[in-house]
């Protein structure tokens, strides 16, 4: 029986309120949401992200699934590409895309805390996260910011 499953076999719908949180590979902490561990989820998890003020993430990609991120609040720089020369600025109420395999990096560089839904094609949402560490130089503006 799965999460999504009752003693009679049949799915059911969950409501999860994010409280308790989890270390992901890209080195930020992410409040638990809907995934195959917590709802039984077969193609899609939702997390809710929060990132301090001067914080960034590791360089990865998502080796096969695809991302969808929408900002809530505060702003964030993601640099995208196959050497992250791409940057792209996200504020509040926008909705961003990356695809299954793009490198990116991105970065609260404010002095204000962003919050953001993060939803992906992969229930697992760890599982297909590949660190770039080769990537982690390649974006002066990052120099003396710890991932994390």
């Known amino acids: 029986m799965s999460a999504s499953d009752t003693p009679s076999g049949k799915p059911v719908c969950h409501r999860i309120r994010p409280a308790n949180t989890y270390s992901g590979k890209q080195g930020f902490d992410y409040f638990e949401g809907i995934a195959r561990e917590t709802t039984g989820a077969a193609a899609i998890c939702m997390h809710l992200l929060t990132i301090p003020p001067g914080r960034r993430a590791r360089a990865h990609l998502h080796e096969s699934h695809e991302t969808a991120v929408y900002t809530i609040s505060g702003e964030v720089v993601m640099w995208w590409g196959e050497r992250l020369e791409h940057r792209m ?4 109420g926008d909705l961003v895309y990356i695809p299954a395999g793009m490198p990116h990096l991105p970065a ?15 229930p697992h949402e760890q599982e297909s996260v ?10 002066p503006e990052l120099a003396g910011i710890e991932a994390g």
């Open 89 to 92: 600025d996200t504020r509040a």
């Open 130 to 139: 590949v660190l770039r560490p080769d990537l982690e130089g390649l974006v």
């Open 108 to 122: 609260n560089l404010s002095g204000a805390e962003a919050v953001a839904v993060i939803a992906r094609t992969d």
